[in-house]
């Protein structure tokens, strides 16, 4: 067989679809059966019925029915399956054929035309001949058709013509070409369906009633034969159930032939057809668990039945044929909507697929390596006359032969041989890439990164021996960064070789050295024998010479690679090579460090670089350079060394540069930094090892930062697990694995000489002027110059704390908000050594809080660095939290003439303004005055002076005062009017005489007034005496603008007597006042309740008997009755 019949055949792998011929449709020249056509082929969803149309002329001949076999005694089958025989029934074989004919109900030459589609129907019966194919005629019409049974000419003449037509009237269909095409043709295409069910069924029928004439003796490959044309024709059916039924019967009815090796061929042939049917409908079917037991089964059953060893190749062929249909129709389901998972995907049958065309490479080069002088044999033994096979599996120099030996021995060897050539021809290794392709795109997708890194290996290996060395290459540089990460040394090595081959092959000098370099390195696993010739490679390369073929490369590769190399040679252009050491892991390891992470500006920068080399002999590098964000600092870090590119292998234990194999070389660099980088980082940039020299070939092995490479965190991180103990090395030798990378440090100023001390007295209180002394004493032995004192609100507090903090150095007047919270650069001048200098700073906070103060104290120096004068800012800060609080509380209250506590006042009657101060500072106060700012809406009663002028407050100690105020009646709808403010002057008793007092403003609460309709008040004296006359006059006054009519009842107790009227009822007139005079008569002594007066206004009943009494006395003070005078002399004679 030719290599392309490995694939399996179209007709096998479609979804077969009943076949509908359409004839008497002219789609050329006619517009309307165009449209017809169109309507039938184009756009069909999903949700149409599966049918194949074609469109063929009406006197189509169709394939001849062979004649009926009517009995199976003498009858030997040659095959199992003609190979044209699905291709049959799918495109040639129609189950209905339908005519076509334009004829309208109410057609005036209607017998004519009748009689001209009988004929044409009678044209389609004779070419089908032997045939159980259906035949339906459409009638194309212009004209809608009425609804059944109310045309009767319509009627008639159907009848009529399906008696000429010998149809029944099932068969008989109109179709009306009006705006409603597509709906009348899916409902045609609804009843042509149901008439090539019928054909197919009656197909089946036929084929079934074959099977009683069989016997299991001679016709066991009929058995196969019958039961797969069932199986198809079930699914031409749509009846996938019993079509996968009977497919099964049929794999189970294969392998129950008697195989041999002429045979071999053809059984696993069928097999392989009947596997593939049976693992697509358990797919579509939603089970991929029957398909993927059923697929293992047909691999177990099938993978030893090898046949010829001479064409062993070939049994691999049809196994990796396998497994690639099975993983594309698991692929297809998963499009379709089948979820995978990691375990069980695509990708794992297009491996195995990717195998087996692997082991059929193998095969076919041990198989098919004739002699050069033996010829493809002529004529071909695998030409047939007709250029086709009949039977799908068999050798086509014995086709339909079924004995166990073959017939003739001499044609066998000759067609072995021709497969074998052909054989040969075959690119296997595009065959093996496009299996590990699909396969590493499956694996991608599932997210099986290890996998896919080994099928990827696998294709570049396969680009090799295609001699594609740029796309070999290109993966496994790709690979390779996974295996360095993961440590996978052994498989890297393996891969760099290849890699390595294929540099010398395209003559890639760059690439030739990197890989040349790793493979040095301590990653490889190759022997030092295989080391010493790649280093002797690397050396000639670096001698701009051609370096040795490498082994087992193909010898016309290596022709043409020698070719390049010299070349290169003879070429001028650039010689230099830069090599990123952080992508590979090289023979030589490098780590530069900091000796601190920060260093003073007048102290020198130290550096330390470490290399050392895993190669097997000792290596001469010409120079090593450190690179710094900071150019300038890079001319301070070189080592160079001068000598012949001959002499690298040369060990010299005199030379700075030349590195012996497990031994680490230290370099140390020093330099001073620069002032202005004070406060900035020093990183390395870059780390250059050059290796080789300008006369011949320069390689510059570059590791970014502070060195290492892609193995260096992996073995850093397992180095502090570890608890192995280290050995004890020489002094002059240090630990590799305890070396850390230090790439970058950090300039700081040079220690200040000089103190600075605080002195104040915290906490401060609000709005006063706190005095902060600040002390700055030099301890430097030189001048310090240019000293400048910040100081202020350390930055970065928050905003409100900001806004309501001032400083100033002013402290005899109070500081607005116009000041800063911070001072800047304050010049203070220079300072000689052991000299001090202080500096008073007053601070004004408004609000509350906790604050952090920053004084910074900066200056130059003067000082000599490594021999280099050097001019150092110096700065020294000191913060300093302080507190602030209130300096007192103050409380306002109204009350009473009587001192009661008021919650409103009353207009135009008098009424204390109370004011409590309540000292909560540390520190005595002392209050310089206190003023009471009243608001337009109050007045005074007497004069209002301050009665806490120089007044001394300690801590917890409190000072009263108090106002007599009176409210003029409120405006209308307004009933609460402000008081006014209270300001209180003060500072603290310990403050200079300069610092100006603090003024604290203290808003008085608003008060409600309201109008009272009488206003009473008492006069009388202010004590009185046992059983002395105590007289007292009541005041009513009226201040409505009405006339009040009040009740008056004088309530009696037991401490007095009185004379007056005790109930009374008065009328006072509007804006007048009525005077009441009595005379109480004290009978006890102490403080006596005054006998009650009870008033009641009729008028104003709100106006309660308890309101009216706030305003008069309650009680009084009774004296006792003191002796007369000459009692007095009596006792005293």
Not at 1069 to 1077: A, R, S, V
Request: a neutral charge; charged letters at 25%.
């Amino acid at each position: 067989m030719r290599p392309t019949h490995w694939d399996f055949p179209l007709e096998l792998c479609c979804r077969p679809m009943a076949f509908v011929a359409l004839t008497g449709l002219d789609v050329t020249y006619n517009a309307i059966h165009r449209a017809i056509w169109d309507a039938f082929c184009a756009n069909r969803r999903a949700d149409r019925v599966p049918i194949s149309f074609k469109v063929l002329p009406g006197d189509h001949e169709y394939p001849k029915c062979k004649q009926r076999r009517t009995a199976y005694e003498w009858y030997i089958p040659k095959g199992i399956l003609k190979t044209g025989w699905m291709n049959k029934h799918l495109n040639l074989v129609p189950a209905l054929v339908v005519v076509f004919y334009e004829l309208d109900w109410d057609e005036a030459q209607w017998k004519e035309k009748q009689s001209e589609c009988s004929t044409r129907v009678e044209i389609v019966r004779q070419s089908l001949q032997g045939r159980n194919t259906k035949v339906a005629v459409v009638l194309i019409q212009k004209k809608t058709p009425l609804p059944p049974g109310e045309d009767l000419i319509a009627s008639e003449r159907a009848a009529a013509l399906c008696n000429a037509c010998d149809l029944s009237g099932k068969s008989l269909f109109v179709l009306p070409h009006t705006d409603h095409l597509v709906g009348y043709i899916i409902r045609l295409e609804n009843a042509f369906y149901e008439h090539a069910q019928t054909y197919y069924y009656t197909e089946i029928r036929r084929v079934k009633s074959h099977k009683e004439f069989l016997n299991k003796t001679t016709h066991q490959l009929l058995f196969v034969r019958h039961q797969f044309k069932t199986a198809f024709f079930s699914e031409l059916k749509q009846d996938t159930q019993n079509a996968l039924k009977n497919y099964r019967s049929a794999y189970n009815l294969v392998h129950e032939l008697r195989a041999h090796e002429t045979n071999m061929l053809e059984i696993k042939t069928m097999a392989g057809f009947i596997n593939y049917k049976i693992c697509r409908l358990c797919f579509q079917h939603n089970a991929p668990l029957d398909a993927i037991a059923q697929f293992r089964k047909h691999v177990d059953l099938c993978k030893k039945k090898i046949g010829s060893s001479d064409l062993a190749f070939e049994h691999t062929a049809w196994m990796s044929k396998q497994f690639q249909a099975f993983g594309d129709l698991f692929d297809e389901a998963i499009k379709l909507g089948l979820t995978a998972i990691q375990t069980q995907n695509p990708g794992f049958y297009y491996q195995q697929a990717a195998y087996y065309a692997q082991e059929r490479k193998q095969l076919a080069n041990q198989l098919c390596n004739h002699d050069s002088l033996a010829t493809y044999p002529s004529p071909d033994p695998l030409e047939t006359p007709s250029g086709l096979m009949d039977f799908f599996g068999q050798r086509p120099w014995r086709q339909g032969h079924q004995s166990i030996e073959p017939p003739d021995n001499e044609k066998e060897k000759v067609g072995i041989l021709a497969l074998q050539h052909k054989e040969r021809d075959v690119d296997h290794s595009e065959l093996i890439i496009t299996l590990l392709s699909n396969a590493v795109a499956q694996f991608k997708k599932y997210k099986c990164p290890r996998m896919k890194s080994h099928l990827m290996v696998q294709m570049g290996e396969e680009y090799y021996y295609a001699k594609d060395y740029t796309k070999a290459l290109k993966l496994l540089d790709y690979v390779m960064c996974d295996y360095r990460s993961e440590r996978w040394w052994k498989l890297l090595t393996f891969i760099l070789s290849t890699a390595l081959k294929c540099a010398y092959l395209m003559g890639q000098i760059k690439d030739y050295i990197t890989y040349s370099l790793e493979l040095l390195g301590r990653s490889s696993t190759l022997s030092d024998e295989q080391k010493s010739r790649v280093e002797k490679n690397l050396i000639k390369v670096l001698m701009n010479e051609s370096p040795a073929p490498e082994p087992e490369c193909d010898s016309k590769a290596i022709k043409s690679a020698q070719k390049m190399w010299a070349d290169r040679i003879s070429l001028a252009g650039s010689n230099v090579f830069t090599i990123e050491m952080q992508d590979y892991v090289p023979f030589v390891e490098c780590k530069a460090r900091f000796l601190a992470p920060s260093f003073h500006i007048d102290d020198p920068v130290q550096l330390h670089v470490y290399l050392r080399a895993d190669c097997p002999h000792p290596f001469r590098f010409s120079k090593l350079c450190v690179r710094f964000n900071n150019q300038e600092y890079n001319q301070h870090c070189v080592v160079e060394e001068t000598y012949q590119t001959s002499d690298i292998l040369e060990a010299s234990s005199q030379g700075t540069m030349c590195l012996v194999p497990g031994k680490t070389r230290q370099c140390t660099f020093k330099f001073v930094a620069r002032t202005e980088d004070v406060g900035k980082k020093v990183e390395i940039t870059s780390v250059d090892l050059v290796l080789g020299s300008d006369m011949g070939r320069c390689v510059i092995l570059n590791w970014r930062g502070g060195g290492g490479d892609a193995a260096s965190c992996q073995e850093a991180l397992q180095a502090t697990r570890s608890f192995k103990r280290r050995p004890k090395l020489p002094d002059n030798e240090v630990c590799w694995d305890s070396i850390a990378i230090l790439a970058s440090t950090m300039v700081i100023s040079r220690i200040p000489r000089v103190s600075v001390q605080l002195r104040h007295e915290p906490p401060t209180l609000t709005n006063e002027m706190y005095c902060l002394a600040v002390t700055v004493k030099s301890q430097e032995v030189t001048t310090a110059g240019d000293v400048k004192l910040t100081a202020g609100l350390k930055p970065g507090q928050d905003a409100n704390l900001t806004q309501t903090t001032h400083i100033t150095l002013d402290g005899t007047e109070m500081c607005d908000d116009s000041c800063p919270a911070l001072l800047p650069d304050i010049p203070i001048g220079d300072l000689l050594p052991a000299a001090k200098v202080e500096k008073p700073l007053y601070i004004r906070c408004a609000q509350v809080g906790t604050r952090v103060f920053l004084v910074h104290v900066s200056y130059v120096v003067t000082t000599v660095v490594e021999g280099k004068e050097i001019i150092c800012k110096c700065h020294k800060d000191e913060t300093i939290t302080i507190e602030t609080v209130v300096p007192f509380d103050v409380t306002a209250k109204f009350v009473s003439t009587k001192f009661e506590n008021m919650d409103r006042v009353f207009a135009d009657i008098p009424f204390l303004l109370m004011m409590d101060i309540l000292s909560a500072s540390p520190w005595a106060l002392t209050i310089d005055t206190s003023r009471l700012e009243l608001a337009p809406s109050m007045t005074s009663v007497d004069q209002m002076e301050s009665q806490l002028a120089q007044v001394v407050l300690q801590t917890g100690e409190s000072a009263s005062e108090c106002f007599c105020l009176q409210c003029p009646p409120a405006p209308v709808n307004q009933s609460g009017v402000a008081s006014g403010r209270y300001i209180i002057s003060w500072k603290r008793t310990s403050a200079a005489k300069s610092v100006p007092v603090v003024k604290t403003v203290i808003t008085l609460p608003h008060v409600i007034v309201e109008a009272i309709p009488l206003y009473v008040h008492a006069d009388l004296p202010s004590f009185g005496r046992v059983r002395e006359s105590l007289p007292v006059k009541y005041w009513l006054q009226n201040r409505t603008k009405l006339v009040q009519d009040v009740e008056i009842f004088v309530e009696p107790n037991d401490a007095f007597m009185f004379s007056g009227l005790k109930q009374i009822r008065l009328r006072i007139l509007p804006d007048t006042e009525q005077e009441l005079l009595y005379n109480f008569y004290p009978l006890m002594a102490g403080y006596q309740q005054l006998p009650g007066l009870n008033i009641s206004i009729p008028r104003f009943p709100a106006v309660s008997t308890q309101l009216l009494r706030r305003f008069l006395p309650t009680h009084i003070f009774v004296k006792p009755q003191g002796r007369r005078a000459d009692e007095v002399i009596v006792v005293a004679a």
